[in-house]
């Protein structure tokens, strides 16, 4: 499946916000890919895909976690919404074609981040928090640092991200905690 095909198919499975987000992120992604030398194409490719598996129910995703053998630990068994980029890993391999592991992964750790991610991840995971309808106190900040240094964005988009995360009492996902770490002792060597 080309680009378009598979934008028309998003467009049919996906809530129309969340099919112009897919856009957005693909849009944001193919900027971030042509600042930092990456594949401007499989970036493109890649933000478009990333929410996939986003319009399935939290049983759906838990059924198709199991089916593919995706490890649902303590933080995702009662927040099943972060399963979506695992699953949706699977999906854009066994249901659009994509056979590039670095793509796969890309869209896997884009809800939790984690460590080590290579550029392709920090680039979706960016992207999808500053796509152009993506709105929120500080947006033109990180906009703006994504653009100058992915690994100060990362830190930035981690911070806010257990922010969000405490103030609503939900559970913090570990390898949040485990890519923030990495990102910070890498800054500090
Ligand atoms: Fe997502
Ligand atoms: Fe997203």
Known sequence: MDYNQIADKLSCILKAKRFKHSLGVSQSAAELAARFGEDVDKAKLTGLLHDCARGLSSNNLLQRAEAFFIGVN?????????????????LARNEYGISDPQMLKAIALHTTGGRDMGTLDKIIYLADCIEPSRDFPGIDKLRSLAFKDLDAAMLAAFDQS??????????????TIEGRNYLLLKQNN
């Open 74 to 90: 303590d933080v995702k068994l009662p927040q099943p919404v972060l399963l979506h980029a695992p699953v949706g890993a699977y």
């Open 162 to 175: 257990l922010h969000y995360v405490i103030e609503r009492s939900l559970l913090i996902h570990p390898a």
